[in-house]
């Protein structure tokens, strides 16, 4: 059980950067891996980054690949996604959501295996 709380949208021109936090609840952050999803009006909510349990194993879309650095520090119960050259496609409310695992190493892409749910937060990139 986690509750996931998204910071750090905000607007930005294009090629600007922004670092989105994900603060979260509880005692045991360190047993969930962690990815950010984003979902445009209109379109299907999207995989952007991926990150393990222990933090060791990372996967990106590769819609944001070179761009975009997803981290976590389990002693502050946080994830952060780190987003330079920002685009006027990076427009979309960003998610993060947690799953308890077992294997340190283990991360999905897929957001129905994700259990808990931030609100979002809004991120708005301009031409």
């Known amino acids: 059980q986690v509750q996931l709380v998204e910071s750090g949208g905000g607007l930005v021109q294009a090629g600007g950067s922004l670092r989105l936090s994900c603060a979260a609840s509880?005692?045991?952050?360190?047993?969930?891996?962690m990815g950010w999803f984003r979902q445009a009006p209109g379109k299907e909510r999207e995989f952007v980054a991926a990150?393990?349990?222990?933090?060791?194993?990372?996967t990106y879309a590769n819609s944001v690949k070179g761009r975009g650095s997803i981290s976590r520090d389990n002693a502050e119960n946080t994830m952060y996604l780190q987003m330079n050259n920002l685009k006027p496609e990076d427009t979309a409310m960003y998610y993060c959501a947690a799953r308890y695992m077992v294997s340190t190493t283990t991360l999905w892409v897929e957001d129905y295996r994700y259990s808990y749910w931030g609100q979002g937060t809004q991120v708005t990139v301009s031409s």
């Open positions: 509880g005692r045991t952050f360190s047993m969930y891996a």
């Open positions: 990150i393990s349990s222990s933090g060791t194993t990372t």
